[in-house]
């Protein structure tokens, strides 16, 4: 026999927690009882949360500045028809900002014993892994008066990419590696050790590529010509000390020699060369090693994503040593660092014969556009200051670069825009010159 009237009432309420019949509910049933059986056959009637069943898919990596979809698929196996705001909570770096509310809330309607799907789309502004957090559900009743809610734990994890935005880049270069390679109509005239061709001497070539006894067989000078070596090893070593966590514009110094590393990694590839990675400060932060050339930039992307500066001085000593047990044979080695003059002088000057006496030594260091806009300023005296200060900065740079090359070693010293293609025209010219 059906339930009428206050028998009604109760009987719906019983479903309430007991904490809403005090003093609200208590109230309400003196003041208007049909309103208050409408509220409590309304919370009778949502779809019970906990029971719900929540999984993801989607991607897993993105770049940086690019976006990545997850999508959540949530079952109802209750026997009620679910109405549901739900919120996909995320670190709020998964999001530019202004952006969080309207991409991670979603309404979703599922009836009895089926599924749904809502998407989440991240658009994440630093690298790094960005995990999910909880996944709050609301379930309304038919009237939406009265909802339960209840919160999931849905693991998920999108791991966010260095950009590459010098790939750009990598056409032009490619274009040059190939004249260096001898593919196309244009032969440089490197002093490398694969000997490549013979052809007629034209004013500007070295006369040390003349081949005398092939001129004195014929009635032209003939000169030879030679294909760089491949199958040379580079190691990149990315200084992650606190001199990487300084900010040019708008990014750490890190990011720009990442950026950089990842050029001259796609181009040394092609070129045939074997590429490793090494990121230290006093620890080793990531060691990429043996990786087929296909592999070479998927690895050091990878790698580089979670890497952040360390705000500890980096030990150059052990930097050192860790350098040659990762490269025990002869070697380019690329030192991504700062060309600061305290650690400079304090910490890889001494070391730096360890390292020039077995292998070929490159110093790629981020320079502060800002240091030289000061330095042309002029016009009051607070700007004959700021560029007096500038110019006394770029005079030590000068100095301490110069310091480095007394050792033979290559400086690399760019902008952030110009850092990565500066690198590979210094790859390419120590190709051509034999170096490697």
């Known amino acids: 026999m059906p339930l009428t009237g206050r028998a009604a009432l109760l009987a719906a309420l019983g479903s309430l927690p007991i904490g809403l019949l005090e003093p609200s509910w208590t109230g309400l049933l003196a003041v208007n009882g049909p309103l208050a059986i409408a509220c409590a056959c309304d919370y009778a009637l949502a779809a019970p949360v906990r029971r719900l069943g929540l999984t993801r898919s989607g991607d897993t990596s993105a770049r940086l500045g690019e976006s990545a979809d997850v999508t959540l698929t949530v079952t109802n196996p209750s026997g009620r028809l679910l109405r549901a705001r739900l919120r996909d909570a995320w670190p709020p770096s998964s999001w530019e900002s202004g952006t969080e509310i309207e991409a991670s809330r979603h309404r979703l309607t599922v009836p009895a014993g089926e599924r749904r799907r809502a998407t989440t789309r991240l658009r994440p502004t630093r690298r790094g892994d960005r995990q999910a957090d909880r996944v709050t559900v609301r379930s309304y009743g038919p009237l939406g008066l009265f909802a339960r809610q209840g919160s999931h734990n849905v693991p998920w994890t999108v791991r966010v990419l260095p950009p590459f935005t010098s790939r750009k880049h990598l056409p032009s270069k490619l274009a040059r590696l190939r004249e260096l390679d001898g593919r196309t109509s244009v032969l440089t005239r490197g ?161 730096l014969p360890q390292l020039t006496q077995r292998h070929t030594v490159l110093v790629a260091s981020v320079a502060d556009p800002h240091i030289a806009k000061m330095a042309a300023s002029r016009g009051n005296t607070e700007a004959v200051y700021e560029a007096a200060a500038a110019a006394q900065a770029q005079t030590e740079r000068q100095r301490t670069a110069e310091q480095l090359r007394r050792h033979g070693v290559t400086i690399v010293d760019a902008t952030p825009n110009d850092l990565a293609p500066a690198l590979a025209d210094a790859y390419l010219a120590l190709k051509a010159a034999g170096r490697l």
């Open 191 to 351: 002093e490398g050790t694969e000997f490549d061709s013979l052809r007629e001497y034209v004013p500007g070539d070295d006369t040390r590529s003349i081949d005398w006894r092939a001129t004195a067989r014929q009635s032209t000078v003939a000169v030879r010509t030679w294909r760089p070596e491949r199958d040379r090893h580079i190691l990149l070593v990315l200084d992650t000390g606190r001199t990487s966590a300084g900010r040019v514009g708008d990014v750490p110094r890190l990011d720009a020699s990442m950026d950089a590393a990842l050029l001259l990694a796609a181009l040394a590839s092609r070129a045939g060369d074997r590429v490793d990675l090494l990121a230290y400060d006093r620890r080793v932060r990531a060691l990429v090693q043996g990786r087929a050339a296909a592999d070479v930039l998927p690895s050091l992307v990878n790698a580089m994503a979670t890497l952040e500066p360390e705000l500890i001085e980096t030990d150059a000593r052990s930097l050192a040593a860790t350098t040659l047990r990762t490269a025990p044979r002869r070697s380019l080695i690329v030192l991504l660092t700062s060309l600061d003059t305290a650690p400079i002088e304090e910490g890889l000057l001494p070391v």
